[in-house]
């Protein structure tokens, strides 16, 4: 059964320490990894999109980088505005429905 | 262009009550997307539309029918409403071809059922 396990399911920080949230996978035939921010009362919003091992994209603190097991989301010196949940999801095979983790909740004091 | 919409915001039903979710896009995807969010479980995937006149069931399909009435439109509805179906409901949307795989979410309806 395909699997999506994100860590940690909740992290503090404080403004401007670095961290990385991880989503470990384990499917077979990947062909795509998401990564989402969700704030609270609102729908999950796309940040990226994952293709291929050794991937990497950004996007102002953000750094998403996928491996063959697993993709981290580095955040670089995060900002109270930060704090949010970060789904990350997995597309594999044929199919068009993507496969959710739970989620890591992050809080980022200032 | 508005991206998904969904319709009402909030709802509060009794047990036995019935009600239709709205659901609307506007970036001409041909797939939409019903899921619920409960805290601990994520997003469990409710039913889905692969394109216009075909619709199937997800994860979590009992007590919920859709309809998908153009492709634009994809509306869930609970026949009678059980406490279980308390919970937040996203609407979903992607292309699904050469243009994207990313799924686009709505704002969410939040669910009480008394």
């Known amino acids: 059964e395909d699997q999506v396990t994100q860590s940690p399911e909740a992290l503090r920080l404080q403004e401007g320490e670095s961290s990385s949230l991880n989503c470990s996978y384990t499917?077979?035939?990947?062909?795509?990894l998401f990564w989402y921010r969700q704030d609270p009362g609102k729908g999950p919003e796309f940040l990226f999109t994952?293709?291929?091992a050794g991937e990497e994209k950004e996007k102002e603190r953000l750094k998403a980088t996928l491996t063959k097991k697993e993709s981290f989301l580095h955040i670089t010196a995060p900002k109270p505005e930060d704090s949010a949940t970060y789904l990350c999801?997995?597309?594999?095979?044929?199919?068009?429905?993507?496969?959710f983790g739970r989620g890591t909740s992050l809080i980022v004091h200032p | 262009n508005a991206g998904v919409t969904q319709t009402p915001k909030f709802q509060v039903l009794k047990t036995g009550q019935s009600m239709t979710l709205q659901c609307a896009q506007d970036?001409?995807?041909?797939?939409m997307y019903w899921y619920r969010q409960d805290p601990g479980m994520g997003l469990r995937l409710i039913y889905y539309?692969?394109?216009?006149?075909?619709?199937d069931k997800g994860e979590v399909p009992n007590g919920y029918n859709v309809s998908r009435l153009n492709k634009r439109e994809f509306s869930l509805r609970l026949e009678s409403a059980a406490p279980s179906q308390t919970s937040v409901y996203f609407c979903?949307?992607?292309?699904?071809?050469?243009?994207?795989?990313?799924?686009?979410f709505g704002p969410g309806t939040r669910l009480l059922v008394l």
């Open positions: 970036m001409n995807h041909n797939s």
């Open positions: 499917v077979s035939g990947l062909r795509g």
């Open positions: 994952l293709y291929s």
């Open positions: 979903a949307s992607s292309a699904q071809d050469q243009v994207g795989e990313t799924q686009y």
């Open positions: 999801a997995v597309l594999v095979g044929g199919s068009y429905i993507p496969t």
């Open positions: 539309s692969a394109s216009e006149g075909t619709t």
